[in-house]
């Protein structure tokens, strides 16, 4: 390994030495609270710290041609350390993490962190993998972090399960796909398909191409289930449920993210390559599946009762709509794609940090908890109302944007399969509408005699504050965003 | 052409004024609802300044502000008004200022109750000056949440019912809206942004207009494109009207919304409708209108007609009123699907005419209800002898909601009909017939709460306030004024009304 070569990881070895300083220093205070202050805090110096190298050290190169670092990476990285700072300062005032724990799970968090930026920039099938499981492994402990709490095992239980089936599947296919090409590189997989027709007899292609639709479908299921994508979302509810709330905002986002990251990734190298018949049937696959998780995602989420459980259904839903973009397989599409990602960190951390702060100051993550917040603690209660009006995608606010980009990428594209799609999309958006204002009617239409306030601390507020004016000004002026978005994605190698 | 921030202050100047009100400690409702109220009153001054300053003879955009706002998807910041909105635009300032002036009633969280109205009032304005279609949908939208929150915290007994009845509908149009609105831009020729660049689509509505000829542009969804972006945008204009059969939300959403929000709903937000179809559908899909017209006029027709029996039926004021709204804005789509000088003059007269009469309507609905806490018309009797002022003020409106000859709404409807019926003669034969019914059900309610004999619950009902007489009297004017001498006011509108149906002679 050449000196280049570990400039090239260095934000990952700076987390890494992170990860062990935040075991180490987590041990050296005796009293457990100023050692969930200090861990916080030194974890966030060194989140930090990552960004500074990232930008300062950022070049472009290849790691023996299993991991690809370049724009498209960085803006990974930077995304999944955004998620985890905002993840990290709310579990610190979290009551559903003990102190004494607290860094442990800032370290898991941070193996997480490590793990989505290598999915990012893996450009090869084992490596996809590995880093796959690097975040998978770490959110199954997470996930079970509360240990007195029965709903939480069951959680991690369950979603280790579905993981493990998931990820054997998406193994199976990838051994296929190294049957078919000889190699896991995702270029050299792409070859498949200019090879084809002069190495074997005439009348194989349909073979090799039937073989390859085959193994693709099995290696996206490891990707379907990691981004809660209908059929394999089953774990999302329950999982969101059980996790700790600030553990489930991560969760929401951060894997979601880096599981597209993936796709596209993976997606833009085969596809200057690969023939109609497979883009046909990588458009079918990736549209039916688009329209199937929004439209279950939306309808369940109408009845939920538990908040959480809502937004987890409405996270279902959102990975639908961030799948219409991947659909259109080029560049604006992906660009709708990675911008809808962006504004969607702000305003699902921002959704979950709400109901963090309901649930530990009222002991419930029931909608009914939420009557009359707006009275009662109006800050959170308005930043809630941004933030599900975004997820909604009601104008001016952010998530308005990218729902805007992904129809515009289908509208551009045209075509009747494209138009359908969109439309599928628009009428489940008056679904959603519906739900989320079940949560509003309860915080502002009820409960308008309840006149007691409750207390929001300054960390709380200066959090909500920010992720709401983000949601604003995102969504009145968000030109530099998107300059930012169309760069990490122009160094993808679309046609 | 004169570059001019005039509009942009009277759209942003109620913004301004939020983080005032939110500011100000929540007991001192008084300086809140003063400071409310003169955020209000500035776009009214700005706005009688841009009458008189508005020249009636250019048909092109006047007072234009225009700038890039998103380059890289050639969005623009572009308002400006001409003959159509013109109007509109003053319309809105004025009737939004009576409301607030009628919102000193409001007695409950009034800093969110103001924040609310404000941003409304913004998102309506911008509406009708925006000239760039995107910009045009978020304000369409911005208006969305304000009117769900003000229905929805400070309105009636069904009040959680009327409000997500009216987003989910609105919405829903609004979104095919925002197909249609994408499905344009990509379908646009490439075009200039203001400042020189080359743009491959624009949002420019002028542009859209002048530059653009949709014909040619590939089926959507297996139907011929025109057709189906004028139906998709026709569906959200007509939601907003509201046209028969998207008119069910509206007479919940003014029987459960609060009495400044009923007149800002039926004086503003319906408006919206018509005028969206007569700027965007006629402006960049003439050929469509063309052919769309026999159905809009059919539509219109039935609106008039059906909406008008509904009333006949009701019992409750408000409730009437909100029917005979859906009836009257039947006339708008009656005489504007005509193509002809008088039907489309008409048309946008009688948004400008109903803009000032239905307002009127609310108000004193309002009036009945703070004091009878009921607004059942069977539930009176007599009034005229209690609160004789009241009843002369209810009587003009009611008359003038009629198409008495001498007040406002005569003007509009004898245009609409005049317009309509070389071209659609059946249609405007039957909706000329329901002003019979029209009379007939203003009229019976006139007789059942004023005449006869008081009942003795009200006899102590206090005859109009100042604050009362204060919001309906300047509205009562104005109808006089307009109904004895409406040229100027027409004046206004018919050179770029004229120019705008000059291709769709048939």
Known sequence: MTFDQITLISPQIVLSIGIMAVLLLGILWKNPEAARKYTALISILFLLFTVLVSIAMHKTGDISNLLRFDTFTRFFLLFALCCAVLTIILASQSREISARRFPEFTALLLTIVIGISLMAAAEDLLMAYLAMEMVSLSSYILTGFKKTHRISHEAALKYVIFGGVASGIMVFGMSLLYGLAGTTSFSGIAKIFLDSGSVVNAGSETVILLATIVALIMVFTGIFFKIAAVPFHMWCPDVYQGAPTPFTGFLSVAPKAAGFAFMLRFVSILLPQANEELKT?????????????????????????????????????????????????????????????????????????????????????????????????????????????????????????????????????????????????????VVALFYYTRILKEMYLRGLEIESPLQLNWVHSGILTVAMAAMIFLGLYWEPLSKLVSTAVGTLSLL | MMESTILTWIIFLPLIAIPIILAVPEEKKRAIRLIATLASALPLLLGIYLLIIFDSSNTGIQFQHHFIWIRSFNIEYFVGVDGLSILLVFLTALITFIAAIASWGIDRKIRGYF??????????????????????????????????????????????????????????????????????YFNSNPTTLIDGTPAEHTFNIVKLIQENDFSTAAPLLGFEFTKIIFVLLFIGFAIKIPMVPFHTWLPDAHVEAPTPISVILAGILLKMGGYGILRINFGILPEATIWAAPAMALLGGISIVYAAFVCMAQKDLKKLIAYSSVSHMGFV??????????????????????????????????????????????????????MPEYTGVLGLAFMASLGLPGLAGFISEILVFLGAFPVYRVITIFSALTLIITAAYYLWALQRMFLGKLNDKYSNLPDLTWRERFTLYPLGVLIVILGIYPIPTLNLITTTLVSMIQNFRV
């Open chain 2, 115 to 184: 924040s609310l109205f404000l941003l409304l009032e913004t998102g309506m304005l911008g509406t009708f000056c925006a000239l760039d279609f995107f910009l045009f949908y978020v304000f369409w939208e911005v208006m969305l949440l304000p009117m769900y929150f003000l229905i929805g915290i400070w309105g009636g007994p069904r009040k959680e019912y009327a409000a997500i009845k009216f987003f989910l509908y609105t919405l829903f149009g609004s979104l095919l809206m925002l197909v249609a609105l994408l499905a344009l």
């Open chain 1, 281 to 429: 049937a990588l458009l079918a696959i990736l549209g039916l599946i688009s329209a199937a998780t929004m439209t279950l995602g939306n309808f369940t989420a109408i009845n939920q009762m538990n908040v959480k459980r809502l937004l987890a259904y409405s996270s279902i839903a959102h990975a639908g709509y961030l799948l219409m973009g991947v659909t259109v397989l080029d560049q604006v599409g992906f660009n709708a794609v990675v911008l809808y990602l962006a504004i969607y960190l702000f305003m699902n951390l921002g959704a979950f940090a709400v109901v963090q702060i309901v649930a530990d100051t009222l002991g419930s993550e029931d909608i009914s908890a939420f009557r009359g917040l707006g009275y009662r603690m109006p800050l959170a209660a308005v930043s809630l109302g941004v933030f599900l009006f975004s997820l909604a995608g009601i104008p001016p606010l952010a998530g308005f944007i990218g729902k805007f980009y992904l129809f515009a990428a289908l509208i551009k594209e045209g075509g009747f399969w494209y138009i359908l799609l969109a439309m599928i999309g628009i009428l489940n958006s």
């Open chain 2, 333 to 386: 789509l009656l005489g504007m699907a005509a193509f002809t000088n008088q039907g489309i003059t008409g048309a946008v007269l009688q948004m400008w005419t109903h803009g000032l009469i239905s307002p009127m309507l609310f108000l004193l609905a309002g009036v009945i209800y703070d004091r009878a806490h009921h607004r059942e018309i069977d539930g009176f009797g007599g009034l005229a002898y209690q």
